[in-house]
């Protein structure tokens, strides 16, 4: 069974050089085939890492799209990958979900908590990240954004009152190493691997994420109560 990154581990993150990001969004292309996008990046002004893009008050910076077409700027070509990641080696490594895989986006609590619950039940799972914002991403086959509101219902919780949403088609992921602001790097909690490159369908992945995400919103009730 593959180790998993634990919380404590996932705050203690390396600095990121241009030669892994270029080196990762090659082999995303070449060996998993996924469409890769260049995005912003980061850039020391003032003693401070700021995004890219200028904006000061920037949500998510050197994480997110540089340009409004990066659907059409997105390749699954390694050679491809590997001439735009030359022109700016910091530049974010971006994944388009809804083209061969879909994302389940999750509290990272919730996260840890489903994967533990599912590696036990021998579930099978695709790659999985962290990001620095305590969010984890689990990787599913395409089109589980269409299907994962009815899927909560028919498990007995409302779409709204759980914090699990699914990424598709016109949304897109950080990869691993790419670094947000001063919080750290996306990271693998399971790495992609031979063992995963097929990926699961939603409704295997759905109930103890569902569960995990229930579970947490009403822990973060009776805190409030």
Not at 32 to 39: C, E, K, L
Not at 87 to 113: C, N, Y
């Amino acid at each position: 069974m593959e180790e998993t990154i634990g919380v404590t581990e996932a705050a203690q993150i390396p600095k990121q050089r241009g030669e892994q990001l270029l080196d990762s969004a090659v082999r995303y292309a070449e060996e998993r085939h996924w469409d890769v996008f260049p995005g912003t990046w980061l850039e020391a002004v003032d003693g401070t890492e700021r995004c890219s893009c200028g904006d000061t008050a920037c949500p998510s910076p050197g994480a997110h799209p540089a340009r409004p077409d990066w659907a059409t700027q997105a390749t699954g070509s390694a050679v491809v990958a590997r001439r735009l990641w030359g022109k700016q080696p910091r530049a974010s490594i971006l994944l388009p979900t809804g083209r061969t895989f879909d994302a389940l986006d999750v509290p990272e609590s919730a996260g840890f908590l489903a994967l533990a619950r599912m590696e036990r039940m021998d579930v099978t799972l695709g790659p999985v990240t962290c990001t620095p914002d305590r969010r984890m991403m689990f990787f599913v086959l395409p089109g589980a954004a269409a299907k994962v509101p009815d899927l909560v219902r028919k498990l007995g919780w409302s779409p709204s009152g759980i914090d699990l949403v699914a990424r598709g088609e016109g949304l897109y992921v950080a990869a691993p190493p790419t670094r947000v602001g001063g919080h750290g790097a996306v990271q693998w909690a399971r790495r992609p691997t031979p063992a995963n490159r097929w990926l699961p369908d939603v409704e295997e992945l759905i109930c103890p994420l569902a569960y995990a995400c229930a579970r947490e919103a009403a822990d973060a009730r009776s805190r409030q109560g």
